[in-house]
Nanobody
Framework: QLQLVESGGGLVQSGGSLRLSCTSS????????VAWFRQAPGTTREGVSC????????NYANDAWGRFTISRDNAKNTVYLQMNNLKSDDTGVYFC????????????????????WGRGTQVTVFS
């Protein structure tokens, strides 16, 4: 059974950077498209970015364009989310999910739309 684990979250000052990682067990992450989601307290989970299985294409939420970069290293069984110029609005729990990545349009946390979710890693951006 596919299981995902996120890491790399932390406390960072506004304007700073973090790199999140998502790794898997039970199956190779290279068999899946992978998406990153963010959930702030009291809000719904929103898609931030995703990458296709072969990294042929990526997709970003509007507020992530130009600041975040998603990448994958299938040899290391890892998907990364490099986050630069972080803002307080980026605060939340970041989850990775395996199974889908639309080429265009919003990345939706559709019920049963992904094969697996991680438990999340907390990102807190302070001013």
């Amino acid at each position: 059974q596919l299981q995902l684990v996120e890491s790399g979250g932390g406390l960072v000052q506004s304007g700073g950077s973090l790199r999140l990682s998502c790794t898997s067990s039970g199956d190779h992450l290279g068999n899946y498209a992978v998406a990153w989601f963010r959930q702030a307290p009291g809000t719904t989970r929103e898609g931030v970015s995703c990458v296709s299985r072969s990294a042929m294409y990526t997709n970003y939420a509007n507020d992530a364009w130009g600041r975040f970069t998603i990448s994958r290293d299938n040899a290391k069984n890892t998907v990364y989310l490099q986050m630069n110029n972080l803002k307080s609005d980026d605060t939340g729990v970041y989850f990775c999910a395996a199974g889908g990545c639309p080429k265009t349009g919003p990345i939706m946390a559709i019920p049963n739309g992904f094969d697996a979710w991680g438990r999340g890693t907390q990102v807190t951006v302070f001013s």
